[in-house]
């Protein structure tokens, strides 16, 4: 038996307006979804404990069959171990976002205009990165490159816990009640933006009319994290696929192979196809493979609507129906399970807690008749405890 989780990051929504009161899952053409939940089962799973923030650290963790209560450490340092990062136990990760800041002075007067910087290129954001640590870094701190607008930030002995904003939850928004209790955090964010402002690439990013990296943003900070064997779990061997360091680093942490997609964005133009192919050339020598795809996140918290419609098609279409085809094709006995990590609401362009939809095929299951939706998971048995979704998918 073989065994695909199919994961579209913040795919779930509210009804919304401009969509004739619908969500994008009801709106979308989605054939191969719908033919999971119609052929197998749909409920609702609670991905995200209340008392936990509705973050893709969290929800992941709870999808991946591992108990946030037990094993959450923060978010970083899950993309710490993606970018080969090794952390000392005395040692913090941060999240060092470049993201687009409003020019008015003092700091503390800026907006938050873009958490992305337009989704800057890896090679500029690296580029930059090496220069944020040349003049920032410091034998306590030292800072990373990751992909695109997503870097990390490494603090030797620093054992406080600070309260720190996510940018993506404040875009638009002035930051000043959002900046971080830490004076020497803030200090950092300041200084950035005094190197940034003419940077070089940042200037020929002006130029071309794209948004400048003119600030590090620091959040999402955790301590080293230890998650025990996916295999000896379940007892099946798994790979793990996506384009953002956290989802594979908690692969990576699980035992799991990490597989490089390439053209793997974390966006709408990522390389769908190229994620099909590469869990189809998992599953020939694992039984496990578990597919995220950022896309509808990005476009949830970037508040375009068609896109996060377009990005459901597109995974459907170019993701499930090429693995579902093939699987088929082969005769093979196989399990797939469909779900989002968490809800991101183009009404609020940030994550909800509300429990998401499941759907679960099984190889000879007899069906629901109905169709992937947000209301119709609400007909089917809801998983309180998100966790325990990866046991029932896999063992019944």
């Given amino acids: 038996m073989k065994y695909i989780v199919i994961l579209g990051d913040g795919m779930a929504d509210y009804p919304v307006e401009s969509l004739g009161g619908k969500t994008p899952l009801e709106v979308a053409k989605k054939p191969y979804m719908d033919m999971i939940a119609q052929k197998g089962e749909i409920g609702l799973v609670q991905t995200v404990p209340k008392d936990f923030p509705p973050g893709s650290d969290v ?8 108990d946030p209560y037990k094993y959450y450490t923060g978010r970083s340092p899950l993309e710490g171990v993606s970018m080969g990062v090794n952390l000392g136990d005395n040692d913090t990760a941060f ?3 470049l993201v687009t800041l409003s020019d008015e002075e003092p700091y503390s007067n800026k907006t938050m205009i873009d958490y992305s910087s337009d ?30 607008y997503r870097h990390l930030m490494v603090w030797k002995g620093c054992d406080t816990e600070y309260k720190l904003t996510p940018p993506h939850d404040i875009s638009g928004k002035p930051i000043a009640k959002y900046l971080p209790d830490s004076p020497i955090i803030l200090h950092l964010m300041e200084k950035s933006n005094t190197i940034l402002k003419n940077h070089p690439i940042n200037l020929k990013r002006v130029e071309k009319g794209l948004r400048p990296a003119n600030s590090i943003w620091i959040w999402g900070q955790g301590k080293k994290p230890s998650l025990s064997s996916f295999q000896d779990k379940y007892g099946i061997k798994g790979c793990v696929i996506s384009a953002v360091d956290l989802v594979k680093g908690i692969g990576i942490c699980a035992g799991m192979k990490s597989v490089e997609v390439e053209g793997a964005t974390g966006n709408i133009h990522t390389n769908f196809e190229g994620k099909a192919n590469a869990a189809i050339s998992c599953l020939e020598e694992s ?3 578990y597919v995220h795809i950022e896309a509808p996140d990005e476009c949830g918290h970037r508040f375009e609507t068609e896109n996060k419609v377009r990005a459901i098609e597109l995974i459907d279409e170019k993701v499930i129906k ?28 940030t994550h909800v807690h509300d429990p998401v ?24 048995k809801f998983i309180e405890k998100g966790y325990k979704l990866m046991d029932y998918f896999i063992k019944g």
Wanted: proline share 5%.
């Fill in 59 to 66: 929800a992941n963790l709870s999808a991946m069959g591992y």
């Fill in 95 to 97: 999240r060092a976002n």
């Fill in 119 to 148: 989704e800057i290129s890896t090679r500029e954001a690296r580029a930059i990165m090496q220069d944020i640590n040349k003049q920032l870094g410091n034998e306590f701190l030292t800072f990373y490159g990751g992909i695109s």
């Fill in 287 to 289: 039984d496990f493979v």
């Fill in 322 to 349: 090429p693995i579902f085809d093939t699987l088929t094709e082969k005769k093979q006995e196989f399990s797939i399970m469909v779900l989002p990590d968490h809800p991101t609401p183009l009404s609020l362009g």
């Fill in 357 to 380: 939809p499941y759907a679960i095929y099984r190889f000879g299951d007899s069906g629901s008749n109905l169709t992937y939706t947000e209301a119709n998971g609400k007909k089917g």
